[in-house]
């Protein structure tokens, strides 16, 4: 699997865009890339996840250029409830009956402040 | 809420003691995933499972851990002779595939190991 890069943490305040970028420079053409919440003392929480171009859902978007070997996730008008520890994964789309065996690393730490 | 479950929240032991977690996937569910976490680390994988077959296990997963998913509904960990070094957040994950798509994972709230 990819190893992917991330900033160990991150500041933003209450209402601005914040954007995540991750770094997966041995990104294959049958990865796609997975980006997680978590709180503390909670499990991950899927946020997002895309092959190429642009996704957007209710929570956020993700931008991926074209030659994949980044990402970068977007929370828009960001709010206290938003600090959290953000994962940036990659995964073998050729997977299906094996474990996905998905790699966290150590992720970014998000903190909103008011 | 029909999320995965996984029970108990918390644990506290004593070093040399055997415990054992469940783990309750999402019912439709076919695939599961125990991961481990320790404080400042991402999850690390541990264990899979499809269906009741435990298909894949972690270098991570020594000869004191043993997972189980009889009739392909729940699963239970268990570790023996528990050491200090296995204190930890034990995740449980589970998700469906259908075909060729790609995987989300849906993580229970996990259970906090402390030995002492």
């Known amino acids: 699997l990819a190893k992917t890069t991330q900033p160990i943490s991150m500041d933003s305040y209450e209402g601005q865009e914040v954007n995540i970028t991750c770094s997966h420079n041995?990104?294959?053409?049958?990865?796609?890339i997975t980006w997680y919440q978590q709180f503390p003392s909670q499990g991950p929480r899927f946020i997002i996840q895309?092959?190429?171009t642009k996704v957007t859902n209710e929570v956020a978007s993700l931008f991926i250029p074209a030659d994949r070997k980044s990402s970068t996730l977007s929370l828009p008008r960001v709010s206290l409830s938003d600090t959290a520890v953000y994962y940036c994964?990659?995964?073998?789309?050729?997977?299906?009956?094996?474990?996905?065996?998905?790699?966290f690393g150590q992720g970014t730490r998000l903190t909103i402040n008011p | 809420d029909t999320g995965v479950s996984q029970n108990p929240r918390h644990k506290i032991t004593k070093r040399g003691q055997n415990v054992t977690f469940r783990c309750d996937p999402i019912?439709?569910?076919?695939?599961l995933y125990w991961y481990r976490q320790t404080l400042g680390q991402g999850p690390e994988f541990l264990t899979y499972?499809?269906?009741?077959?435990?298909?894949?296990k972690s270098r991570l997963l020594s000869d004191r851990f043993s997972a189980e998913r009889p009739k392909g509904s729940f699963s239970t960990l268990e570790i023996q002779r528990t050491e200090q070094g296995d204190s930890a957040m034990y995740l449980c994950?589970?998700?469906?595939?259908?075909?060729?798509?790609?995987?989300?994972?849906?993580f229970g709230s996990g259970t906090q190991l402390s030995v002492l």
């Open positions: 994950a589970s998700s469906s595939q259908e075909g060729r798509t790609n995987e989300k994972l849906f």
């Open positions: 041995n990104i294959a053409t049958n990865d796609y």
């Open positions: 895309g092959y190429k």
């Open positions: 994964l990659v995964g073998d789309l050729t997977i299906i009956q094996g474990a996905q065996k998905l790699v």
């Open positions: 019912s439709e569910h076919n695939r």
């Open positions: 499972f499809q269906n009741e077959a435990q298909l894949e």
